[in-house]
C-alpha cells in the first residue's frame, strides 16, 4: 500500500499546505480570475479578455518600469550578495564581544522603519548640501543632485538597498558558517590551504545550499522592490515613480493601478505578467543549480 | 454686518439642534466610525474633536462615534478596501483629489437632498469654490468641504535685509521677485527651492501666470485645460529661477533647515511649515508669510485645495450626515480655526473676528482667493499618474536646458494628452 | 591567527599582522557606515527643537531633556505602547506558527520523498513570486468572510504559511547528513520523532534566523495590518508610526524621527537576543552523538 507508507509525509506537510492553500493559492486564483476583468474590487466584475494584460504591455510605464527593474536586479543581486557573504566572513573572523558588536551594528539598519532609513539617506543625497556631497566636495567633485538626476537615481537606490538589506543576508550565511565543522578548515589548513583557499574550497561548497536561497530569495524580492524606492521618491498613490520614472518599479506601478486608480483587475494583470518574468528568472537559477549539483 | 452674520448662524445652530431634536428617537443605538486625518487625532486637535464629539452625542442619545486618525495614502486604502469588504466607516475625512475614486467604489454617498433639506443659514456658511467641488453635477453632492490650504510665500526677513531688500511690501509681481532674487543671490544667499520638483510647487508657479480658464483636465475630451503660452511664460519662470535656487525641493528637510539656518530667502508651501518655523523662531529666526506675486500686479499665484467629509451609504446614512453636517457647522470650525490657526472651508468662521484676526487664517483667506485648485475639477475621474509625472519631467527638464520652454510646453501638453488618452 | 602564533618565520607574521590591522580598520569602517546615519537620527531626537537637523550630520546630542520630553509626549499622547504590544504578540504568533508549520513541511521536503513532492514544492515557490499586490485584496475579502478583520487571527493566521521561511528551511536541512536519520529509524525512532529529536536539534541555527527574520518582516509589514486591522485599538506600531509620517503633517521633524526610533528598539532588542543563541558546529555535535 504505497499510499499508506507515505501518509506520515502528508501528515506532515498538511498543515501547511492546507494554510497555504487557503491563504495563498486560493487568492492568486482569484487575482487570476479578476486579471481578466474589469474590477475595482466593489462594484461586480465584468469580463474584458486580455483587455488588461493588452492595455499593460502596451503601456510605457511598464517598459520602463520593466527596464528599470532589469538594470536594478542585475546590479543590486550580485553585489548586494557579494556585499553579505564579505560581511558574514568579515564578523565570523572576530569572538567575543567584538563579533557581537560588529554583527549588531551590521545588522542596525535592517531593524529600522523603512520610512526612517528613507528619510536619513534623501538626507545624505541632499544636493550642494547633503553629507555625501559634502565628503564629494572635499575632493573637488561638483555637487550632484542623487535623487533627481536620472542618471544617478537607480545607483542611489541601489546604495541605499545594499545598506539596508546587506545585514539581512548576513545574518543568514552567518548561520550557515556556523553549521559547518569546523574539522574541514583544520583538514584544510593541514593540507596547506591560505585563508582565501580555505574559502574557495570548504565555505563556499559548504554553504552551497544557503548561499542558494539567499541568491534566490534576493531575486524573487528584489523584483518585487517597492518601498525604498517609493520612499526615497516621496511617492504617493496618484503620483509615483520619480523623475522620469527613473525609480518606476512594477509593484510600484500596480499598487498605483490598485490603490491609486481602484483598478484591481489591471493590477492583477500587473502583477502575473511580472510573476511570469519571475517564473523565468528563478526557473534559470534552479536550473543552472540542478545542472551544477545533481540531487 | 458682523452682527448680521452672527445671528444669521446663531439662527443656523437652533435651526440644527432643531433639526436634532425633530428626528425621531433612535429605535437602536449606534456606533458611527469616524476616520480623520492623523492630525486631528492627536494632542489638542483629538481633544477638540472629541469635544464635538461629545457635544454632538449629548444631543443624540444612544450614539456612539470612534475617532480613527490615519496618515493620508492609508484613509485612501483603508476606505478603498472597507468599500470592497462592507466595512467602510461612516463619516470620513479625505483630499478632494481621490473623490472620484471613492465615488467610484461607492464609498460616497450622494448628499444632495440632505444637504438641500438643511437651512438656507446653514448652506449660506460654505465658502461657494470649496462646495463646488464636492459637486460635479447638477443633484449630486458628494461631500462636505471641511479643511484646506492656500499657498503662502514664507519670507525670511533675516536673509533679505542683509541682501539690503525692502522688506516692508512683498513682490508686486514676478519681475520685481525675480530682480530680488538676483540680488538675494548675489548677496551669498538662495532665493527659493527648486521649483520643478514637486507637482504642487509647479501648479503654484503656473498660477503666477495662468487662471482657472486654463488649469486642470477637460474630461469630456480627455485633454488638458493648459495653454501652451502660459505654459511657455512658466517654463521661462523656471528657467529664470534656476541660478537663485537651491537645488532642494519645497518638501525636503533641507530647504526647512536652510530657511532655519538664514540661507535660503523664500520657501513657497502650505501653513504647515508654520510650526516648524514658529519653534525656529524662538532661537532667533526672523520670518513673516506673504502671497505669491503673479506675472499681473495686484493679482497672485499659489494653489489650494480642501480635504472633505464624506458620508458612507448604509444603515447609519441619516445620522452620520448629521454629525457630518454638525462638525462642518461655523460654532465647530470657529473653534478648530482658533485653536490650531488652521483655514478652513466654512466662510462664515472663517470671517468670525476672533478667526479673522489670527495672521495664518488671514493671510490663508487671502490665499485662496487667488490660488487655484491643485487637480480640477474633482469627482469626475482619476487623474492618472502619467498626468502628474509628464509636468514634473517637462518642468525639470526645461530648467535644465533640454527644451525651450516653448519646445517643452509643446511637448508637454502633446504629452498630457497623449496620457488622458491612454 | 592560531597558525600565525605557531608559525615561526617572521615575514609570515608581519604579513598576518598587516592584514588583522586591515581587518580591524574594515570592520569598523562599515560599522561606522552602518552606525552614523542612525546615531545621527538619535541625536535628531535628543535635540532642541527648531534647529536644522539635515544639512550638516549632528553628532552629538544637544539636549537629552527635550529627547525624553518628545518620547514622553509619544507614549503619552498615542497608544504606542498597546502598538508595541500589539504588535509583539502578532511577531511571536507569526513566529510560533512559521517554525512550527514551516519545519514540519521543510523537513519532509528537503530529506525525503513522496508522490507530488516536486510539483507542490514548485507551486509553493511560486507563491513567492506573485507579488502582494494581486494577491492582497482576494486575501482581504477572504479574512473579512471570516469576520477576521481586526483581530489578531486575522493578523497572524493568513501569513503563517510563509514559503520564505519553508524555502528557508529546506535549504538548511538539505545540509543534514541522511544516515543520522537512517540510524535513528533503526534505533526505531518513529517519523515524528526523527522530526522532533533530530532534525529540529539540528536545524537550530536556521530556526533561531528564521525567527530573527521573521520578527523584523512581521515587525515591519504595513500593508496587510492597515488594511485588515483599521481599528485603533488594533494599531501595529507601523501604523502608529505611519500617523507622524504623513507628508503635509504640521509635526515637527524630530517628534517624526523620534516616534520612528522607538520603532526600531523592540526588533534590535530580539536580534540581540537571539542570535547569540545561535551556536557553532551543530551538524557536528549531531554526528558524534
Same mark, same amino acid.
Given at each position: 500500500?504505497?499510499?499508506?507508507?507515505?501518509?506520515?509525509?502528508?501528515?506532515?506537510?498538511?498543515?501547511?499546505?492546507?494554510?497555504?492553500?487557503?491563504?495563498?493559492?486560493?487568492?492568486?486564483?482569484?487575482?487570476?480570475?479578476?486579471?481578466?476583468?474589469?474590477?475595482?474590487?466593489?462594484?461586480?466584475?465584468?469580463?474584458?479578455?486580455?483587455?488588461?494584460?493588452?492595455?499593460?504591455?502596451?503601456?510605457?510605464?511598464?517598459?520602463?518600469?520593466?527596464?528599470?527593474?532589469?538594470?536594478?536586479?542585475?546590479?543590486?543581486?550580485?553585489?548586494?550578495?557579494?556585499?553579505? =557573504?564579505?560581511?558574514?566572513?568579515?564578523?565570523?573572523?572576530?569572538?567575543?564581544?567584538?563579533?557581537?558588536?560588529?554583527?549588531?551594528?551590521?545588522?542596525?539598519?535592517?531593524?529600522?522603519?523603512?520610512?526612517?532609513?528613507?528619510?536619513?539617506?534623501?538626507?545624505?543625497?541632499?544636493?550642494?548640501?547633503?553629507?555625501?556631497?559634502?565628503?564629494?566636495?572635499?575632493?573637488?567633485?561638483?555637487?550632484?543632485?542623487?535623487?533627481?538626476?536620472?542618471?544617478?537615481?537607480?545607483?542611489?537606490?541601489?546604495?541605499?538597498?545594499?545598506?539596508?538589506?546587506?545585514? =539581512?543576508?548576513?545574518?543568514?550565511?552567518?548561520?550557515?558558517?556556523?553549521?559547518?565543522?569546523?574539522?574541514?578548515?583544520?583538514?584544510?589548513?593541514?593540507?596547506?590551504?591560505?585563508?582565501?583557499?580555505?574559502?574557495?574550497?570548504?565555505?563556499?561548497?559548504?554553504?552551497?545550499?544557503?548561499?542558494? =536561497?539567499?541568491?534566490?530569495?534576493?531575486?524573487?524580492?528584489?523584483?518585487?522592490?517597492?518601498?525604498?524606492?517609493?520612499?526615497?521618491?516621496?511617492?504617493? =498613490?496618484?503620483?509615483?515613480?520619480?523623475?522620469?520614472?527613473?525609480?518606476?518599479?512594477?509593484?510600484?506601478?500596480?499598487?498605483?493601478?490598485?490603490?491609486?486608480?481602484?483598478?484591481?483587475?489591471?493590477?492583477?494583470?500587473?502583477?502575473?505578467?511580472?510573476?511570469?518574468?519571475?517564473?523565468?528568472?528563478?526557473?534559470?537559477?534552479?536550473?543552472?543549480?540542478?545542472?551544477?549539483?545533481?540531487? | 454686518?458682523?452682527?448680521?452674520?452672527?445671528?444669521?448662524?446663531?439662527?443656523?445652530?437652533?435651526?440644527?439642534? !432643531?433639526?436634532?431634536?425633530?428626528?425621531?428617537?433612535?429605535?437602536?443605538?449606534?456606533?458611527?466610525?469616524?476616520?480623520?486625518?492623523?492630525?486631528?487625532?492627536?494632542?489638542?486637535?483629538?481633544?477638540?474633536?472629541?469635544?464635538?464629539?461629545?457635544?454632538?452625542?449629548?444631543?443624540?442619545?444612544?450614539?456612539?462615534?470612534?475617532?480613527?486618525? %490615519?496618515?493620508?495614502?492609508?484613509?485612501?486604502?483603508?476606505?478603498?478596501?472597507?468599500?470592497?469588504?462592507?466595512?467602510?466607516?461612516?463619516?470620513?475625512?479625505?483630499? !478632494?483629489?481621490?473623490?472620484?475614486?471613492?465615488?467610484?467604489?461607492?464609498?460616497?454617498?450622494?448628499?444632495?437632498?440632505?444637504?438641500?433639506?438643511?437651512?438656507?443659514?446653514?448652506?449660506?456658511?460654505?465658502?461657494?469654490?470649496?462646495?463646488?467641488?464636492?459637486?460635479?453635477?447638477?443633484?449630486?453632492?458628494?461631500? @462636505?468641504? /471641511?479643511?484646506?490650504?492656500?499657498?503662502? @510665500?514664507?519670507?525670511?526677513?533675516?536673509?533679505?535685509?542683509?541682501?539690503?531688500?525692502?522688506?516692508?511690501?512683498?513682490?508686486?509681481?514676478?519681475?520685481?521677485?525675480?530682480?530680488?532674487?538676483?540680488?538675494?543671490?548675489?548677496?551669498?544667499?538662495?532665493?527659493?527651492?527648486?521649483?520643478?520638483?514637486?507637482?504642487?510647487?509647479?501648479?503654484?508657479? /503656473?498660477?503666477?501666470?495662468?487662471?482657472?480658464?486654463?488649469?486642470?483636465?477637460?474630461?469630456?475630451?480627455?485633454?488638458?485645460?493648459?495653454?501652451?503660452?502660459?505654459?511657455?511664460?512658466?517654463?521661462?519662470?523656471?528657467?529664470?529661477?534656476?541660478?537663485?535656487?537651491?537645488?532642494?525641493?519645497?518638501?525636503?528637510?533641507?530647504? %526647512?533647515?536652510?530657511?532655519?539656518?538664514?540661507?535660503?530667502? /523664500?520657501?513657497?508651501?502650505?501653513?504647515?511649515?508654520? *510650526?516648524?518655523?514658529?519653534?525656529?523662531?524662538?532661537?532667533?529666526?526672523? /520670518?513673516?508669510?506673504?502671497?505669491?506675486?503673479?506675472?499681473?500686479?495686484?493679482?497672485?499665484?499659489?494653489?489650494?485645495?480642501?480635504?472633505?467629509?464624506?458620508?458612507? *451609504?448604509?444603515?447609519?446614512?441619516?445620522?452620520?450626515?448629521?454629525?457630518?453636517?454638525?462638525?462642518?457647522?461655523?460654532?465647530?470650525?470657529?473653534?478648530?480655526?482658533?485653536?490650531?490657526?488652521?483655514?478652513?472651508?466654512?466662510?462664515?468662521?472663517?470671517?468670525?473676528?476672533?478667526?479673522?484676526?489670527?495672521?495664518?487664517?488671514?493671510?490663508?483667506?487671502?490665499?485662496? %482667493?487667488?490660488?487655484?485648485?491643485?487637480? *480640477?475639477?474633482?469627482?469626475?475621474?482619476?487623474? *492618472?499618474?502619467?498626468?502628474?509625472?509628464?509636468?514634473?519631467?517637462?518642468?525639470?527638464?526645461?530648467?535644465?536646458?533640454?527644451?525651450?520652454?516653448?519646445?517643452?510646453? %509643446?511637448?508637454?501638453?502633446?504629452?498630457?494628452?497623449?496620457?488622458?488618452?491612454? | 591567527?592560531?597558525?600565525?602564533?605557531?608559525?615561526?618565520?617572521?615575514?609570515?607574521?608581519?604579513?598576518?599582522? +598587516?592584514?588583522?590591522?586591515?581587518?580591524?580598520?574594515?570592520?569598523?569602517?562599515?560599522?561606522?557606515?552602518?552606525?552614523?546615519?542612525?546615531?545621527?537620527?538619535?541625536?535628531? +531626537?535628543?535635540?532642541?527643537?527648531?534647529?536644522? +537637523?539635515?544639512?550638516?550630520?549632528?553628532?552629538?546630542?544637544?539636549?537629552?531633556?527635550?529627547?525624553?520630553?518628545?518620547?514622553?509626549?509619544?507614549?503619552?499622547?498615542?497608544?504606542?505602547?498597546?502598538?508595541?504590544?500589539?504588535?509583539?504578540?502578532? &511577531?511571536?504568533?507569526?513566529?510560533?506558527?512559521?517554525?512550527?508549520?514551516?519545519?514540519?513541511?521543510?523537513?519532509?521536503?528537503?530529506?525525503?520523498?513522496?508522490?507530488?513532492? $516536486?510539483?507542490?514544492?514548485?507551486?509553493?515557490?511560486?507563491?513567492?513570486? +506573485?507579488?502582494?499586490?494581486?494577491?492582497?485584496?482576494?486575501?482581504?475579502?477572504?479574512?473579512?468572510?471570516?469576520?477576521?478583520?481586526?483581530?489578531?487571527?486575522?493578523?497572524?493566521?493568513?501569513?503563517?504559511?510563509?514559503?520564505?521561511?519553508?524555502?528557508?528551511?529546506?535549504?538548511?536541512? $538539505?545540509?543534514?547528513?541522511?544516515?543520522?536519520?537512517?540510524?535513528?529509524?533503526?534505533?526505531?525512532?518513529?517519523?515524528?520523532?526523527?522530526?522532533?529529536?533530530?532534525?529540529?536539534?539540528?536545524? $537550530?541555527?536556521?530556526?533561531?534566523?528564521?525567527?530573527?527574520?521573521?520578527?523584523?518582516?512581521?515587525?515591519?509589514?504595513?500593508?496587510?495590518?492597515?488594511?485588515? &486591522?483599521?481599528?485603533?485599538?488594533?494599531?501595529?506600531?507601523?501604523?502608529?508610526?505611519?500617523?507622524?509620517?504623513?507628508?503635509?503633517?504640521?509635526?515637527?521633524?524630530?517628534?517624526?524621527?523620534?516616534?520612528?526610533?522607538?520603532? &526600531?528598539?523592540?526588533?534590535?532588542?530580539?536580534?540581540?537576543?537571539?542570535?547569540? $543563541?545561535?551556536?557553532?558546529?551543530? &551538524?557536528?555535535?549531531?554526528?558524534?552523538?
Amino acid at each position: 500500500m504505497p499510499a499508506r507508507r507515505h501518509l506520515p509525509h502528508y501528515l506532515m506537510v498538511a498543515p501547511f499546505v492546507i494554510l497555504f492553500a487557503v491563504f495563498f493559492l486560493y487568492p492568486i486564483g482569484s487575482g487570476l480570475f479578476y486579471s481578466f476583468h474589469d474590477w475595482n474590487a466593489v462594484k461586480p466584475a465584468t469580463f474584458v479578455g486580455f483587455d488588461n494584460y493588452a492595455r499593460i504591455l502596451s503601456s510605457r510605464d511598464f517598459e520602463r518600469a520593466m527596464w528599470n527593474l532589469g538594470t536594478y536586479i542585475i546590479i543590486t543581486v550580485p553585489l548586494g550578495i557579494l556585499v553579505a =557573504f564579505g560581511l558574514a566572513l568579515l564578523v565570523d573572523s572576530f569572538t567575543g564581544a567584538w563579533g557581537a558588536f560588529f554583527r549588531g551594528a551590521y545588522f542596525l539598519p535592517v531593524v529600522l522603519p523603512a520610512f526612517l532609513a528613507a528619510t536619513i539617506w534623501r538626507w545624505i543625497y541632499t544636493p550642494n548640501f547633503g553629507l555625501l556631497n559634502m565628503i564629494l566636495g572635499w575632493f573637488g567633485i561638483e555637487s550632484i543632485n542623487f535623487l533627481n538626476d536620472t542618471s544617478t537615481m537607480l545607483y542611489s537606490l541601489i546604495a541605499v538597498d545594499i545598506w539596508i538589506s546587506a545585514g =539581512f543576508n548576513m545574518v543568514i550565511i552567518l548561520a550557515g558558517l556556523k553549521n559547518i565543522p569546523s574539522e574541514l578548515y583544520e583538514a584544510a589548513r593541514l593540507d596547506g590551504a591560505n585563508k582565501l583557499q580555505q574559502v574557495v574550497y570548504v565555505t563556499i561548497p559548504m554553504l552551497g545550499p544557503v548561499l542558494f =536561497f539567499v541568491i534566490t530569495y534576493g531575486l524573487i524580492s528584489a523584483m518585487q522592490v517597492f518601498d525604498k524606492p517609493w520612499l526615497l521618491t516621496g511617492s504617493s =498613490f496618484t503620483s509615483y515613480g520619480g523623475r522620469r520614472n527613473a525609480l518606476l518599479f512594477p509593484v510600484m506601478d500596480m499598487m498605483g493601478r490598485a490603490f491609486g486608480a481602484v483598478k484591481f483587475g489591471e493590477a492583477a494583470a500587473y502583477g502575473f505578467l511580472l510573476t511570469i518574468a519571475i517564473v523565468f528568472v528563478t526557473a534559470l537559477m534552479f536550473l543552472v543549480r540542478n545542472l551544477r549539483a545533481p540531487r | 454686518m458682523k452682527t448680521s452674520t452672527r445671528l444669521q448662524s446663531g439662527v443656523a445652530a437652533l435651526a440644527l439642534i !432643531a433639526a436634532g431634536v425633530a428626528t425621531p428617537a433612535l429605535a437602536q443605538d449606534v456606533t458611527l466610525e469616524y476616520w480623520v486625518y492623523s492630525d486631528f487625532a492627536q494632542g489638542d486637535a483629538l481633544a477638540l474633536q472629541q469635544e464635538f464629539i461629545s457635544e454632538f452625542i449629548a444631543e443624540h442619545p444612544g450614539v456612539t462615534i470612534n475617532i480613527t486618525g %490615519k496618515g493620508d495614502d492609508d484613509l485612501t486604502a483603508g476606505q478603498v478596501a472597507g468599500a470592497a469588504s462592507g466595512t467602510l466607516p461612516d463619516v470620513f475625512m479625505n483630499a !478632494a483629489g481621490v473623490g472620484a475614486q471613492l465615488v467610484s467604489v461607492g464609498a460616497l454617498s450622494n448628499l444632495y437632498d440632505q444637504w438641500m433639506a438643511m437651512p438656507e443659514e446653514y448652506r449660506a456658511q460654505f465658502d461657494e469654490d470649496a462646495l463646488n467641488i464636492c459637486m460635479p453635477n447638477p443633484g449630486e453632492l458628494y461631500c @462636505l468641504p /471641511y479643511t484646506g490650504f492656500g499657498s503662502l @510665500l514664507f519670507r525670511n526677513l533675516t536673509v533679505l535685509e542683509k541682501a539690503g531688500i525692502d522688506t516692508t511690501t512683498p513682490p508686486a509681481t514676478w519681475d520685481e521677485w525675480l530682480d530680488q532674487m538676483k540680488t538675494i543671490k548675489e548677496a551669498g544667499f538662495y532665493g527659493i527651492p527648486d521649483q520643478t520638483l514637486v507637482f504642487n510647487s509647479i501648479a503654484a508657479t /503656473y498660477a503666477m501666470a495662468g487662471d482657472e480658464s486654463n488649469w486642470g483636465i477637460d474630461w469630456e475630451t480627455r485633454t488638458t485645460k493648459i495653454d501652451p503660452e502660459v505654459m511657455t511664460k512658466v517654463l521661462q519662470m523656471f528657467v529664470d529661477m534656476v541660478p537663485v535656487n537651491s537645488g532642494t525641493s519645497r518638501n525636503d528637510q533641507a530647504t %526647512k533647515d536652510l530657511f532655519i539656518s538664514n540661507q535660503l530667502a /523664500y520657501h513657497a508651501i502650505g501653513p504647515w511649515v508654520d *510650526p516648524t518655523y514658529r519653534q525656529a523662531a524662538e532661537n532667533g529666526l526672523d /520670518y513673516d508669510y506673504v502671497l505669491l506675486p503673479s506675472v499681473r500686479e495686484g493679482d497672485h499665484g499659489g494653489i489650494k485645495s480642501y480635504e472633505i467629509i464624506g458620508v458612507a *451609504p448604509g444603515d447609519n446614512q441619516e445620522i452620520a450626515f448629521e454629525f457630518a453636517a454638525f462638525i462642518t457647522e461655523k460654532q465647530q470650525m470657529v473653534r478648530w480655526a482658533k485653536l490650531l490657526s488652521r483655514y478652513n472651508a466654512n466662510a462664515a468662521a472663517m470671517a468670525d473676528p476672533e478667526v479673522a484676526d489670527l495672521p495664518l487664517i488671514a493671510r490663508s483667506v487671502e490665499s485662496v %482667493k487667488y490660488a487655484l485648485q491643485t487637480h *480640477p475639477p474633482y469627482f469626475v475621474d482619476t487623474v *492618472p499618474n502619467c498626468y502628474l509625472s509628464t509636468i514634473i519631467d517637462f518642468a525639470s527638464a526645461t530648467a535644465d536646458g533640454e527644451y525651450t520652454p516653448e519646445e517643452g510646453a %509643446k511637448e508637454m501638453i502633446d504629452e498630457l494628452n497623449y496620457c488622458l488618452e491612454g | 591567527m592560531s597558525v600565525a602564533e605557531i608559525a615561526p618565520a617572521l615575514p609570515r607574521r608581519r604579513k598576518v599582522r +598587516v592584514w588583522t590591522v586591515l581587518r580591524w580598520m574594515l570592520a569598523f569602517f562599515i560599522a561606522l557606515i552602518a552606525i552614523l546615519p542612525v546615531w545621527w537620527m538619535v541625536n535628531v +531626537v535628543f535635540s532642541n527643537p527648531g534647529e536644522p +537637523v539635515s544639512i550638516n550630520p549632528r553628532l552629538y546630542p544637544t539636549s537629552f531633556q527635550d529627547g525624553i520630553d518628545k518620547i514622553y509626549m509619544i507614549f503619552t499622547e498615542t497608544d504606542y505602547l498597546h502598538a508595541y504590544l500589539i504588535s509583539l504578540l502578532y &511577531a511571536l504568533f507569526t513566529i510560533a506558527g512559521v517554525l512550527l508549520f514551516g519545519s514540519m513541511a521543510a523537513f519532509e521536503f528537503a530529506l525525503f520523498d513522496f508522490p507530488a513532492r $516536486r510539483i507542490l514544492f514548485a507551486i509553493i515557490m511560486l507563491s513567492l513570486m +506573485v507579488p502582494a499586490a494581486v494577491t492582497i485584496i482576494p486575501t482581504y475579502l477572504l479574512t473579512a468572510q471570516l469576520g477576521w478583520l481586526n483581530t489578531m487571527q486575522g493578523l497572524v493566521v493568513p501569513g503563517l504559511a510563509s514559503a520564505f521561511g519553508f524555502f528557508l528551511l529546506v535549504q538548511f536541512m $538539505r545540509s543534514i547528513p541522511r544516515d543520522m536519520i537512517e540510524a535513528a529509524r533503526l534505533d526505531g525512532a518513529s517519523h515524528f520523532q526523527i522530526y522532533w529529536h533530530v532534525v529540529l536539534p539540528l536545524s $537550530r541555527n536556521a530556526l533561531i534566523t528564521l525567527a530573527i527574520l521573521t520578527f523584523m518582516q512581521t515587525w515591519g509589514n504595513y500593508m496587510w495590518p492597515l488594511i485588515v &486591522a483599521p481599528s485603533p485599538h488594533m494599531y501595529t506600531v507601523g501604523q502608529v508610526v505611519g500617523l507622524f509620517n504623513s507628508p503635509y503633517s504640521h509635526q515637527t521633524v524630530d517628534v517624526v524621527m523620534t516616534a520612528n526610533l522607538l520603532a &526600531a528598539v523592540p526588533p534590535l532588542i530580539f536580534f540581540l537576543i537571539f542570535q547569540r $543563541r545561535i551556536v557553532e558546529g551543530i &551538524a557536528m555535535s549531531g554526528t558524534k552523538g
